[in-house]
């Protein structure tokens, strides 16, 4: 009798380790899609967080990390984290745009840039750093793009997206089957043809 409960838990046990195993031509992928030194870079931030979750610089650059390997969802966790003890800070607000703007989601990217801009145009709060010249023109440029697409579904209607954010581009950066005829701005031909970049 106790040999038949031996022989039954084996194959019980075996029978679960089958289920479990995954099939042969399964193939496993890494979670975040970039070098290894970026992916040890973001589990010492992670482990960072775990004993100072207070550290904004450090959840700024996990979340600059998480953007970069196609991760917007974990880039809103992360400094979603931060906002309610530091909704002052236009950093934060910024990479909410981006991770938005990555998930096509126009309106909350749109009142995240916006809200991003206004931090950005007050006076800094104690700890963040001012506001330059460089950030600002990076906020100003994505709100403008934004607000051009706000009302659009872009997981929809992509194509419609596209084009509203072509209108506010200078020429030389819009596709040439996007081109549409006119003047050139001064400036912007290079080799002659209409709306070629200039050439160093």
């Given at each position: 009798?106790?040999?038949?409960?031996?022989?039954?838990?084996?194959?019980?046990?075996?029978?679960?380790?089958?289920?479990?195993?995954?099939?042969?031509?399964?193939?496993?992928?890494?979670?975040?899609?970039?070098?290894?030194?970026?992916?040890?870079?973001?589990?010492?931030?992670?482990?960072?967080?775990?004993?100072?979750?207070?550290?904004?610089?450090?959840?700024?650059?996990?979340?600059?990390?998480?953007?970069?390997?196609?991760?917007?969802?974990?880039?809103?966790?992360?400094?979603?984290?931060?906002?309610?003890?530091?909704?002052?800070?236009?950093?934060?607000?910024?990479?909410?745009?981006?991770?938005?703007?990555?998930?096509?989601?126009?309106?909350?990217?749109?009142?995240?840039?916006?809200?991003?801009?206004?931090?950005?145009?007050?006076?800094?709060?104690a700890g963040?750093?001012?506001?330059?010249?460089?950030?600002?023109?990076?906020?100003?440029?994505?709100?403008?793009?934004?607000?051009?697409?706000?009302?659009?579904?872009?997981?929809?209607?992509?194509?419609?997206?596209?084009?509203?954010?072509?209108?506010?581009?200078?020429?030389?950066?819009?596709?040439?089957n996007r081109?549409?005829?006119?003047?050139?701005?001064?400036?912007?031909?290079?080799?002659?043809?209409?709306?070629?970049?200039?050439?160093?």
């Amino acid at each position: 009798m106790r040999v038949t409960r031996v022989l039954d838990v084996l194959v019980l046990l075996l029978l679960a380790t089958l289920l479990v195993m995954p099939r042969a031509n399964v193939t496993v992928k890494a979670a975040l899609l970039a070098p290894p030194e970026r992916r040890e870079r973001v589990a010492e931030l992670q482990a960072h967080l775990l004993g100072a979750p207070d550290d904004v610089t450090a959840a700024l650059e996990l979340a600059d990390l998480f953007l970069e390997g196609n991760r917007p969802d974990w880039a809103l966790a992360t400094v979603g984290a931060m906002l309610p003890r530091h909704d002052d800070d236009y950093r934060i607000e910024l990479r909410q745009a981006i991770a938005y703007a990555d998930r096509f989601e126009a309106a909350p990217a749109f009142a995240a840039a916006d809200r991003s801009l206004a931090l950005c145009n007050a006076p800094p709060p104690a700890g963040v750093p001012p506001c330059d010249e460089a950030p600002r023109a990076r906020i100003t440029l994505l709100r403008g793009t934004l607000e051009r697409i706000k009302g659009i579904d872009m997981r929809r209607n992509p194509a419609l997206a596209k084009d509203k954010i072509f209108e506010g581009l200078h020429p030389i950066w819009v596709p040439k089957n996007r081109r549409r005829a006119g003047p050139v701005p001064a400036g912007a031909a290079g080799n002659g043809s209409p709306g070629s970049p200039v050439r160093p």
